[in-house]
Each structure stands twice: as C-alpha cells, then as structure tokens.
C-alpha cells in the first residue's frame, strides 16, 4: 500500500495546489462586481476567437479526423453564441430579488434573496465536445462569479495541451486552469472539496464521481447518457422524419449524448423508412472517407461499435450497411448502419450506441411507445415527430425525458433559453440559462428586522398577551 500511496500523492498535489490557489483567492475577493464578470466572459470569448483555428485543428488531430464543419458549428458558432446570450442577460441575472413579507408576523421587516458565487467549480469534460462542454459551464460559473478548474478527457490531449498553453495568456491561474487526463487524474480530481462538481459523461463513471464527490458533500451536476428514443406518427412525413434524424445522426459519426439511439417506426412504414435512410445517406453521406465524415474516436470505440454489429447479426437482426462502403478501420470510419429485428439479449437494445447505428423498433399504438420507453431508465431526449398537438402533449406528459425536441431532434440544446439536464438515470440538474446561472450561484435568503420587532412582546414567560396573540393569528390565517 505505501508503494502506491506516493504515486497518488503525486497526481493529486497539483491539483490541490491549484484549488488551495484559487479557493484563497475567492476569499480574498467572494463577489466580482458585473464589470468584473463580464470582463471575464469576454476574455473566454476573446480566447475561442483569437484561436479559432488552432482549436479546430486541435480536435481534428485528437479524433484523427473530425469534420470541420462540424467543430466549427459545435464549438465554435454554439458556444460563441452561448456566450454572447450569457454577457446579454447577465445584469439581470445578477439583480436582487424582493421577496414577500408576511407583515401580520414581522410588520416593517423586508425579505431579499442575492445571487453569489459558490466559489469554485470543478468540470469534468467529455470528449465528444470538449470545447462546448467545457467552455459554456465556464461561461455560467464566470456569470455566477467563480472560479473553474477543469479536467479534460483523455481522447482530448493535443486540444487538452493547447488549451493549457492558451489559457495563461487570458487568464490568472487563481481564475481558471485546464488540467490533463494522464491516468488517475479523474477520481483525484473528483476527491476535490469542490463547491460544485459538473460532470458530462457516461453513467458508469458518473456514479463514480458523484461517490467521490459525496465524501466532501460536494454537490454535483452529472449530465450522463441515455438511449434517446424517437417517434415517428404515422401521419407525419416520412421523407422529412428520415431527413432530420440520419443528419443528427450522422453529425459527428454519431457520438453524442443526445441524439437518437433508437427510432420507433410504425409497423406500416418499415419499408419505406428504411429506402428513405438510403435515399438520404446515397445523397448526403456517400463516402466515408471525406473529411466531412468525422472518425470514431479511438480503436475501442471502433472495435466496440463492430462488436455490437457483430452481436446483433449473430443473434438474428437484419443489419443494414446503409453505405456501399465498408469500415474504414485505419481511419475509424463506420458507415450508418440500420438495425432491425433486434430482440432483448442483444447489445444494441442494452446499451447507448454512441455511433453511427441507430436501432428501429416497430410500433403500432403510441401506448406501445410510451410503455417500452418508461421500462428503461429515462432518456437524456425524447424526439417526437407528428403533426397532432394532442399527440405530441400526450407523449410529453407520459414519457419523462431530460429535454423534448418536437420534429427533429437534438436542437432542444441549442436553445440558451432552456435549462439543460438530466432525470434519473440521466443525469441530475441543469446548466444554460437562467437555471444555469442560478445552478452555479448561491441564493442567498436573506431578512432584515426593523428595529422594533413585535417578538420582543412574545419571550417567556408567556402570558395572556401571547395566548390572544396566537389566536388572532389563528384566525386570521385559518
């Protein structure tokens, strides 16, 4: 046990050293002013700007290809645009809060509630959008007027490195810093007595975190995958249906948290859903190895893609390459496959793909719909496709998702206006927006007494006084 113990020691002083830095100088200064705040939010913005193109390069290299267009779209344009939202409601964000006084009890007192900073934030960052997934919780923890450690993937290391060298340039190390995965790194970082720990990743390792994070009662935001179901009604285009899902599933060769894992067909439209998602892949996607076909990310990701493939074709599904093409397995490019006639044993009805596969279940009433999707742990999205407002409510009220996109999917995310997060097994609490500037904050109850408070007359020993007292109160309340 001492053999191990300094190798320990030796991953987690860094990062202790890094929190010890920046929790004194929270101390020293707990409540930047909206300058101060907005400042911060800029010089963030400023350091995605200035490296535009070093930060696009950066993934590209991490993934061994990934579409530029889509690092531009996801990381760039999305998170330039969160910040911008953020800097734009921020004063009023940041305002006090009146609150109601109950004046029959506490007559001339006032009540206020005052957003501040928790202090420091630790944010643990996956993969997949690590430029998203780091920057825009930044951006809310700058808001709420933090600081922020942040701990990158260990799929993200020549983005890791440049952002460790980038960031010294924009800010003090007491407000900000960027730390490598290199093994272990992870659950040290976890141990941290942090003030608040967001985590986005998988299920798995999100239990991990939160055990860690619970031994110093640091509460956690964990953002966690989940098999994303979409619905097809009957009724709604299917070319447009087919459409929508294939390009979020092919956007980033599939590998996001929330896109759709699984589509529900009407058993009538098996055929022609299935000739659609050729349609679009023969149009849009036909050849794998363009550098608009993002790579899967590692060898283990690939070989457990083919493997999930591999289990399904063996156990009786019909597998569609929906590509002319085969693997690339030096490039870790996968074609769009379809799978079908899946049955309960098989990989791909137990586990998140977080590929480019995407599962078809046939359905014939939408209460078949609704009891299979609330069999399974909740989704991280639900995606409803149909023309029916009542339908639509109806899959709304019965289905409980983290976030809904009616007649696509994915882009529920990309609204700054809406708290995005979790439920159950899919995580727990929320960032973007309001509700994410107030996940970061500490709401701070706050009342003040006149001075003269009618409790004085209310001490013991009591007397007649207080009995009459409490009754009028009785009664005016009853």
Request: proline residues 6%; aromatic residues 10%.
């Amino acid at each position: 046990m001492n053999a191990i113990q300094p190798a320990v020691n030796e991953i987690a002083a860094p990062l202790h050293q890094a929190f010890d830095l920046q929790r004194q100088a929270y101390l020293a200064a707990p409540v930047p002013n909206y300058s101060e705040r907005k400042q911060d939010l800029q010089r963030l913005k400023s350091m995605l700007s200035d490296n535009r193109e070093a930060i696009i390069d950066a993934i590209c290299q991490d993934y061994g290809n990934r579409s530029r267009h889509e690092s531009l779209f996801a990381e760039i344009i999305a998170v330039t645009d969160a910040i911008n939202d953020v800097i734009k409601h921020l004063k009023k964000w940041m305002r006090v809060q009146k609150r109601h006084v109950d004046h029959t009890m506490f007559p001339g007192g006032r009540n206020r509630v005052i957003p501040q900073p928790l202090g420091v934030v630790g944010i643990i960052v996956p993969w997949n959008f690590p430029v998203n997934l780091s920057f825009v919780p930044i951006a809310q923890a700058f808001a709420a007027g933090n600081r922020a450690m942040v701990k990158m993937s260990e799929n993200s290391r020549a983005l890791s490195a440049l952002l460790r060298a980038l960031t010294a340039k924009y800010f003090a190390e007491d407000k900000l810093q960027f730390f490598d995965e290199t093994g272990g790194v992870g659950i040290e970082f976890s141990k941290i007595p942090f003030d608040l720990l967001v985590f986005t990743g998988s299920g798995q390792t999100g239990k991990s975190v939160m055990a860690a994070a619970a031994q110093n009662l640091t509460p956690v935001v964990l953002e966690l995958g989940g098999k994303a179901p979409a619905v097809i009604d009957p009724d709604y285009p299917i070319e447009k249906a087919v459409g929508r899902i294939m390009f979020i599933k092919q956007f980033n060769a599939g590998q996001i948290c929330t896109n759709v894992d699984y589509v529900f067909v009407h058993s009538s439209q098996r055929e022609a859903f299935v000739n659609e998602a050729k349609r679009y892949v023969a149009k849009h996607c036909p050849d794998i190895n363009h550098q608009d076909y993002t790579s899967i990310i590692d060898d283990r990701s690939m070989q457990r893609l083919q493997a999930t493939l591999e289990d399904a074709r063996s156990k009786g599904a019909t597998v569609i390459n929906l590509s002319e093409q085969e693997a690339n397995v030096e490039a870790r490019k996968l074609p769009l496959h379809l799978v079908l006639d899946t049955t309960p044993e098989m990989t791909i009805r137990q586990r998140e793909t977080f590929g480019p596969l995407l599962m078809v279940l046939e359905y014939d009433s939408p209460s078949e719909v609704v009891d299979y999707v609330n069999a399974h742990d909740r989704p991280l999205a639900f995606y409803p496709f149909t023309k029916k407002r009542e339908l639509a409510d109806m899959y709304i009220e019965r289905v409980m998702s983290g976030g809904v996109t009616v007649n696509d999917a994915l882009f529920h995310l990309a609204q700054h206006d809406l708290p995005f997060g979790g439920v159950g097994g899919s995580g727990m609490g929320h960032y973007h927006g309001y509700e994410g500037f107030i996940t970061f904050s500490k709401l701070r109850p706050i009342y003040y007494q006149p001075g003269f408070s009618p409790m004085e007359w209310l001490r013991p020993p009591y007397g007649n006084f207080a009995t009459r007292f409490y009754n009028l109160l009785l009664k005016l309340k009853g």
